[in-house]
Structures are given as C-alpha cells and as structure tokens.
C-alpha cells in the first residue's frame, strides 16, 4: 500500500469470531505509519458477536516503509494473537 505524507487511507477488516475478542491495529514503525480507529477511538476494539467491519485508518507520517499488522485475540489473553492481516506501507514525498 503507498500513501502520501499527511494523507490517510481507510481500511476495513471483518472477523468470523464466536466469541468476545479484541482486533488490534500496529505499525512497526510509528514514526512513518500511525494506525488509529475513526473519531480519535484507539486500535483496540472489543467485539461482541457482531460481524459488521471494523474500520481503521492508515497515516502516512514520514517518509519510509513500515509494515502494518492487524491481530485478533480473545479478550484478556496475554500474547500477540493471531495475524489477520499485514500491509507493507510505503509512505512517499507529496
């Protein structure tokens, strides 16, 4: 994925979870990429049972490549969860 400097890109994930799990956004470099939810929300949701998207927002900082890595856990559990999704951003000059 390539974003500008400044600009932000939406991305929207489903999970198929049965039960109450977190759905966790990172970048492994926060200076180049931030990973946030809509309305200033954190990267962290609690789902309930439901299956509709969650949407999370992709920005490009500064200029580089970080690699961005979407998990889901059950809730309360210790470790990293299970990857759903990565993107390898590259953010570029306007």
Do not use: C, W
């Not at 198929?16 to 492994?28: M, N």
Request: no cysteine; proline share 4%; aromatic share 4%.
């Amino acid at each position: 994925m390539r974003v500008s400097v400044g600009e932000i890109k939406e991305v929207s994930l489903s999970t198929e979870s049965d039960s109450a799990a977190e759905l966790i956004g990172t970048s492994d470099n926060q200076e180049v990429v931030e990973v946030s939810r809509p309305q200033l929300a954190p990267a962290v949701d609690t789902l309930t049972n439901k299956k509709s998207p969650m949407v999370f927002q992709i920005k490009g900082v500064t200029v580089g490549t970080a690699n961005v890595i979407f998990t889901t856990k059950p809730l309360n559990q210790a470790g990293s969860g299970q990857t759903i999704r990565t993107y390898i951003v590259q953010v570029t000059a306007r």
